[in-house]
């Protein structure tokens, strides 16, 4: 099973971008998903998940109300939708599933729980 990140790009403070990312194997609609990132010199950190049953989200503070993360179970993929970006958004963000005991409401927003990871897609804010 891989993760396929895409979407990342140079993007206007203010403005918006969508990140997208595919998994290939059959049991994606079991995975708990998530987004972190890591910006230059800092830790990488957690941004948003969704729990198997979509409609239990989290967010970190710092995008609260500003991104958007949702999952077509269909497709295979995740998505984190990013409005009012600012240039300390900018970092490479990746995806990460966690494949195994990821109940329906789960919520898991420490990267130690997810066991499959993306290689990861930048995104750079300018101001």
């Known amino acids: 099973v891989q993760l396929q990140a895409s979407g990342g790009g140079l993007v206007q403070a203010g403005g918006s971008a969508r990140l997208s990312c595919t998994a290939s194997?059959?049991?994606?609609?079991?995975?708990?998903l998530a987004w972190f990132r890591q910006a230059p010199e800092k830790e990488r950190e957690f941004v948003a998940t969704?729990?198997?049953?979509?409609?239990?989200?989290e967010y970190a503070d710092s995008v609260r109300g500003r991104f958007t993360i949702s999952r077509d179970n269909a497709k295979n993929e995740v998505y984190l939708q990013m409005t009012s970006l600012k240039p300390e958004d900018t970092a490479v963000y990746y995806c990460?599933?966690?494949?195994?005991?990821?109940?329906?409401?789960?919520?898991?927003?420490?990267?130690?729980?997810?066991?499959?990871w993306g290689h990861g897609t930048q995104v750079t804010v300018s101001s």
């Open positions: 969704i729990a198997r049953g979509p409609r239990f989200t």
């Open positions: 194997g059959r049991t994606f609609s079991n995975y708990a």
């Open positions: 990460a599933a966690k494949q195994k005991g990821a109940i329906l409401s789960g919520i898991y927003t420490h990267e130690d729980y997810y066991d499959l």
